[in-house]
């Protein structure tokens, strides 16, 4: 009796236990079922926005498809916007007629043998990117009744024409170098040839943006100078081949690539690129096949975090349908230009599909880095190329993913975002680069804030900012690499030519009142002397 009752009362108690057995298996079930909805539903979502990318490029190539066979380039640019018929206050000026000569003055050498060699400012070699845009803002056309300074100056012409000519023999020299020496004097020491450096090379950080700028320069003036016979030189062709091949072989960075070829005899060619420091014993971080080009280093001179960086990459896509217009043109050569246009949809494909990513405060907004696996990076630096100069360099981007970006890049979102109050600037934002936070944690670069400006379209915004830039020099009445948000008397490189040329260029798309003065050109050591027009002063530097 006592058994059977203590089997009825466990009976009861596992029957009491079903309920809630039932509810706990009813709302794991349940859980599971909102997993895997929210999980296709993130899936989808992400599909969903890989699919309008894909769908706005295909569109994209369909219209070039149906166009012509050559891609047509408006110019002159859309950005900067030119509205010559601004007013300046006259410190802004001032600085203009500094800043737009100060590459000529002090860091120009034009050579014998028609070349040209333009340091960077503080730092007595001279750089692929830096150089060029150094002289570029001699090369905009601002408006149809003034054209490029270069037209009306053969003298100017004569220095872009030294430099395009020494550059394509520097880039012959070693395509994966990026910066060098005016001669072979300066002895290495044995670490620093480790680094890849030895005679000419002065560093040797492959930057893809590098040949970007040099392809640039050579469009530029061929606009401005179409018959010159620089432009034609085998050595200008050739340096172009070079680096659409080497860009061809990175884009297989994983698989160990390299280029190869009679072009392909420097001392650091016929082998894969590796440079120490960078991970998996120099060759960088894992990156995937995805039609985009690798860069080991950013145009800060920073390694890359992701083998991938995309405004570089935009850039490039920029650079070859500048190829695709100059290779029939100049060397009646329709393979490079078809070779450019391979090259060019390849990596724009690749941008497309893995650049873009879902921000959940700023939506769809493009990467500063990616590696093709899924990883990216979100932040932007204000060397240039930057996202934030994607419409000044000439990337046919996507308006709203921009425009998201650019809130983002302008936000306490973004890690080099600062804000900050001086005497001097008030309060001030913008952002700078991982480049110099050591020196200056709180940095801001004049650079950022200049193509911030030239980017935009509000002419309000741009004579805003060209007054914190008037405003942010320390006193030294020069353009910065970086200055401290609070107090801009803290900067580094009192002497950096690239930033000093944005900013005339800022200030000339602004106003017809600069230049106005006269130039000299720091040393001319070519026996032949070349007349100037209005704004050369009366002989040459010897």
Not at 10 to 19: C, M, Q, V, Y
């Given at each position: 009796?006592?058994?059977?009752?203590?089997?009825?009362?466990?009976?009861?108690?596992?029957?009491?236990?079903?309920?809630q057995i039932l509810s706990v298996t009813a709302i794991m079930i349940l859980l599971g079922i909102w997993y895997c909805l929210g999980v296709s539903f993130y899936d989808s979502f992400n599909e969903y926005n890989r699919k309008i990318t894909r769908r706005e490029y295909q569109v994209k190539k369909v219209e070039e498809s149906q166009g012509a066979s050559q891609s047509i380039i408006s110019f002159p640019p859309k950005f900067p916007i030119v509205t010559r018929s601004q007013t300046l206050n006259l410190d802004s000026l001032a600085m203009c007629e500094r800043t737009i000569w100060h590459t000529l003055e002090t860091t120009t050498i034009v050579l014998p043998e028609g070349e040209t060699f333009i340091h960077t400012g503080d730092i007595d070699d001279l750089w692929l990117r830096d150089s060029a845009a150094q002289v570029h803002p001699l090369l905009v056309p601002f408006g149809d009744k003034?054209?490029?300074?270069?037209?009306?100056?053969?003298?100017?012409s004569r220095v872009i024409s030294g430099l395009i000519k020494r550059a394509a023999m520097y880039i012959r020299h070693d395509p994966y170098a990026n910066a060098f020496r005016i001669d072979d004097t300066y002895i290495f020491s044995d670490a620093q040839k480790k680094l890849g450096r030895h005679d000419l090379i002065s560093t040797w950080n492959y930057e893809l943006d590098?040949?970007?700028?040099?392809?640039?320069?050579?469009?530029?003036?061929?606009?401005?100078?179409?018959?010159?016979?620089?432009?034609?030189?085998?050595?200008v062709k050739e340096a172009i081949s070079i680096m659409i091949d080497l860009w061809i072989s990175e884009q297989d960075h994983e698989s160990d690539a390299y280029p190869d070829g009679p072009l392909f005899d420097c001392q650091n060619c016929g082998k894969p690129y590796r440079y120490p420091g960078l991970a998996r014993s120099g060759k960088g971080t894992e990156v995937a096949k995805v039609g985009m080009t690798w860069s080991g280093f950013r145009p800060s001179d920073d390694e890359c975090?992701?083998?991938?960086?995309?405004?570089?990459?935009?850039?490039?896509?920029?650079?070859?349908?500048?190829?695709?217009?100059?290779?029939p043109k100049l060397w009646d050569d329709k393979h490079m230009a078809n070779k450019a246009r391979k090259l060019r949809l390849e990596i724009d494909e690749g941008i497309q599909n893995h650049s873009i990513v879902e921000h959940p405060k700023y939506g769809r907004i493009y990467a500063y880095e990616v590696n093709g696996l899924g990883d990216y990076l979100l932040m932007d630096d204000a060397n240039v190329p930057s996202l934030m100069s994607i419409p000044y360099i000439g990337y046919e981007y996507i308006p709203e993913v921009y425009e998201n970006t650019r809130r983002f890049i302008l936000s306490t979102d973004n890690p080099t975002y600062?804000?900050?109050?001086?005497?001097?600037?008030?309060?001030?934002?913008?952002?700078?680069?991982?480049?110099?936070?050591?020196?200056?944690?709180?940095?801001?670069?004049?650079?950022?804030?200049?193509?911030?400006?030239?980017?935009?379209?509000?002419?309000?915004?741009?004579?805003?900012?060209?007054?914190k830039l008037t405003k942010a020099t320390g006193g030294t009445g020069w353009m910065h690499e970086s200055f401290d948000v609070s107090n801009p008397k803290r900067y580094t490189?009192?002497?950096?030519?690239?930033?000093?040329?944005?900013?005339?260029?800022?200030?000339?798309?602004?106003?017809?009142?600069?230049p106005s003065g006269k130039y000299h050109v720091m040393k001319w050591l070519d026996p032949i002397n070349v007349p100037g027009g209005r704004y050369a002063a009366m002989g040459a530097k010897k």
């Open positions: 009796m006592k058994r059977s009752l203590r089997l009825r009362r466990g009976a009861l108690k596992k029957a009491s236990r079903i309920p003034t054209g490029s300074l270069v037209q009306s100056d053969p003298r100017l590098s040949a970007c700028y040099y392809i640039r320069m050579i469009y530029y003036y061929f606009k401005a100078l179409p018959d010159h016979p620089v432009l034609r030189l085998e050595s975090k992701y083998g991938y960086l995309v405004p570089a990459n935009m850039f490039a896509v920029v650079a070859l349908k500048y190829v695709e217009e100059l290779a600062r804000q900050g109050y001086s005497v001097e600037t008030g309060e001030i934002e913008g952002y700078g680069s991982p480049h110099m936070s050591a020196a200056i944690q709180n940095n801001i670069w004049p650079m950022s804030l200049a193509v911030q400006a030239l980017s935009s379209e509000n002419i309000e915004d741009k004579l805003r900012l060209v007054e490189r009192k002497w950096f030519c690239w930033a000093d040329s944005l900013y005339a260029e800022l200030v000339m798309s602004l106003t017809e009142e600069c």
